[in-house]
């Protein structure tokens, strides 16, 4: 943790930093709070407990956390799965009040086992495609409440009563859901002194007020400070650990990239450098906490996150000002709260909604490599219509996939296979000396050059390569180029080698580098197949030592040309 001194050097700034954040997050944690089918405190709750917590604890200064949108759209699936099998909310609390909590320990661990390093590791196609399907969902989920008709809970559940929603529309609550859309996409033409989504949530709420206008609202809330959950835990059933372990891994993991992605914006603001890891524990602490209270799991915000800092925010206090100001909201105008139309919420969520849509992606999936294409829209396709995390083991196995394929191949076109008599063509710049062997002997030595990494998906093609090899007395491996190799492409150079020997073939290896080297030993290549005495520094010392044989058995030797 900041030296407390520390918190008080930018107040001024922390203060209105702080104070716009919270502005801006109050309707967004009312909206996620509402659509993920705890209540619209429950959104309150997660921004006040966990946007505390984790900028107290976590790596990033500057971060604000609240409920998000990809985070509420997970959590809303979770939900409505939960209540499906447990055929209440009341009865499904101990479920949900499970998830939430072990998703907290999970980003924790994450933490601890230092996650933050891998999340560079996933390929843009499939961070894309994940989020334009997150903004997908979010969308299609607020049709219903947008014109005014009670969502049901599903995708699939959604495009089926389409028809049938739109036979029930209600006018007045299009009416507000437009005004909303409208007033969040045109008021920062005018100015941008004001949160947009704040004006809209107070023009809607006052419009529907004094028309009178025949809407849904949110109604009643909680007030005061929330209740301790805990006991739901006692309805916990143990039959659905497995469903419970995936849902918070999922929870956890895309609350990690969530927040990991906006702590780089943040970076690249604030010209400073987050803490990934602390973060990540930070995040689960205040995860944890708000689970505890009935508050969504949320993650830093991207949004909240740069109006406070170009409010002034630049420390923690920040943070903390924003938790506290909702915490004033939520004591002392709560029962103002109730008001709020449902259509001015959904509004304000379509335009979440559209903002997470990675439209960059979309437009180059014309002009990328078809491959990489294919990876994100199946990523997109199967994260709207099958599962989310499921779209993401896809989308990184195909990935995975791929990108070994295209490494195979460049290592194919580099790799090479010739005579020893064209070494001089083939390196003319690396000749230390001019060498002499007999033409007839020149030519029963082959050398196999080897270019970049070696793995798994590159063993049958060096396998195919040793089968078309004529009639030859040695073979000189060189592998200078290789720095890796993995246990099965070493496996496959075994297997190759004794194949070699046993049709009376020499094998020579030149210019290994260490990790090849160790990998060799590792698998008792080196020296069980392969002495130490077949093994040189450099091919020319292969070379040497062929001319050395022939010397000493006064065979008549000719220049080489």
């Known amino acids: 943790m900041q030296d407390l001194g520390s918190y008080f050097k930018n107040l001024k700034g922390d203060f209105f930093g702080g104070l716009t954040a919270g502005i801006v997050t109050l309707p967004l944690a009312l909206a996620f709070g509402l659509q993920s089918g705890l209540g619209a405190v429950s959104g309150l709750y997660c921004a006040i407990i966990l946007g505390t917590i984790a900028v107290v604890f976590g790596g990033t200064s500057t971060l604000i956390s609240t409920p998000t949108g990809p985070m509420t759209v997970v959590a809303t699936l979770i939900i409505s799965q939960t209540i499906a099998v447990a055929g209440s909310l009341e009865n499904a609390m101990g479920i949900i009040l499970g998830i939430f909590l072990l998703t907290a320990v999970f980003q924790i661990l994450f933490g601890v086992i230092k996650f933050g390093r891998y999340v560079k590791y996933i390929p843009y196609p499939v961070l894309s495609g994940f989020m334009t399907g997150i903004g997908v969902i979010l969308v299609l989920l607020e049709i219903y409440p947008f014109i005014g008709v009670e969502s049901p809970k599903g995708v699939m559940k959604v495009f089926i009563g389409l028809s049938v929603a739109f036979s029930h529309l209600n006018v007045h609550a299009l009416a507000l859901g437009i005004l909303t859309i409208f007033i969040i996409y045109f008021l920062p033409r005018l100015t941008k002194a004001v949160p947009a989504t704040l004006v809209a949530l107070i023009v809607g709420t006052l419009v529907s007020i004094e028309s009178g206008l025949s809407v849904p609202l949110i109604g009643e809330i909680p007030q005061g400070l929330p209740d301790f959950q805990i006991s739901h835990l006692s309805t916990f059933d143990f039959h659905q650990t497995a469903f419970v372990l995936s849902s918070a891994l999922t929870l956890a993991a895309l609350g990690c990239i969530d927040t990991l992605l906006t702590a780089v914006v943040a970076d690249q603001i604030t010209k400073t450098r987050h803490q990934s890891n602390r973060e990540l524990i930070g995040q689960g602490l205040g995860n944890f906490a708000s689970a505890l209270f009935g508050g969504l799991p949320g993650a830093g915000t991207t949004m909240s996150t740069i109006v406070s800092i170009k409010a002034g925010g630049q420390t923690r206090l920040a943070g903390i000002i924003s938790g506290i100001f909702l915490l004033a909201i939520l004591l002392g105008l709560g029962k103002f709260v109730q008001y709020v139309p449902i259509p001015v919420l959904a509004g304000i969520l379509i335009t979440v909604g559209f903002d997470i849509i990675d439209y960059k992606g979309l437009k180059q999936l014309a002009k990328v490599n078809r491959a990489e294409g294919l990876i994100l829209v199946t990523v997109l396709l199967m994260t709207v219509f099958v599962d989310l995390i499921e779209a993401v083991a896809v989308g990184m196995i195909l ?97 190759v080698v004794k194949d070699l020997k046993e049709q009376n073939i020499e094998v020579l290896l030149a210019n290994i580098n260490g990790q090849p080297f160790k990998m060799f030993q590792d698998i008792g290549f080196i020296p069980n197949v392969i002495s130490q005495d077949s093994i040189f520094e450099d091919i020319f010392d292969c070379v040497r030592l062929l001319e050395k044989r022939f010397v000493s058995e006064g065979t008549r030797m000719t220049r080489l040309q």
């Open 399 to 495: 990935s995975s996939l791929i990108f070994m394929k295209k490494m195979g191949d460049i290592g194919e076109e580099k790799d090479a296979l010739f005579p020893l008599h064209l070494l001089a063509v083939k390196k003319p710049c690396s000749l230390k000396d001019e060498f002499i062997l007999p033409k007839e002997f020149a030519d029963q030595v082959y050398i196999k050059t080897i270019s970049g990494p070696v793995f798994f998906g590159f063993s049958q093609s060096l396998q195919d390569n040793i089968k078309k090899l004529p009639p030859i007395k040695t073979i000189i491996f060189e592998m200078h180029r290789v720095p890796y190799i993995d246990q099965s492409a070493a496996n496959v150079y075994k297997s």
